[in-house]
């Protein structure tokens, strides 16, 4: 029986004024981010690659909020922050904890900045 290992990294830095969290965790079958500005999880998603498309040079991910808030804004953010971790993951589904005060386009850009600095894929 082969041991699993599970590697977790995190980063806190000032994003646009706010206090932010990192942690990437990578598990054998997903990776777990979480993105807090709360100090919280926050709104749990799950990003998935879409198995039925054809053209692999774009793929598309499907996200769906698993707790908290279902709004139109959180898929968006979800999908942004997420898709560059499950295609340099080797299209590895991502489970996103998201709890942001800004979700503005230069925090979100700063934030994946962040998740870089923390990979663990």
């Known amino acids: 029986m082969s041991e699993s290992v ?4 995190q980063a806190q830095r000032e994003v646009n004024g706010i206090s932010t969290e990192v942690v990437c965790t990578e598990f054998s079958n997903y990776i777990f981010v979480v993105l ?3 100090g919280k999880i926050g709104t749990l998603i799950s990003v998935t690659p879409d198995s039925r498309s054809n ?3 774009t793929p598309t991910f499907s996200t ?3 707790l908290g808030k279902d709004e139109p804004l959180t898929h968006v ?7 560059f971790v499950s295609q340099e993951s080797g299209n590895r589904p991502v489970l996103l904890g998201l ?3 800004d979700s ?4 979100i850009k ?8 923390c990979q663990v894929w």
């Open 55 to 57: 053209d692999l040079s």
């Open 77 to 83: 953010c979800a999908k942004n922050l997420a898709m």
């Open 6 to 9: 599970i590697r977790s990294k």
């Open 110 to 117: 700063q934030i994946k900045e962040m998740i870089k600095s």
């Open 104 to 107: 503005s386009i230069d925090a």
């Open 36 to 38: 807090t500005q709360y």
């Open 99 to 101: 709890a942001l005060k």
């Open 64 to 66: 769906k909020v698993l």
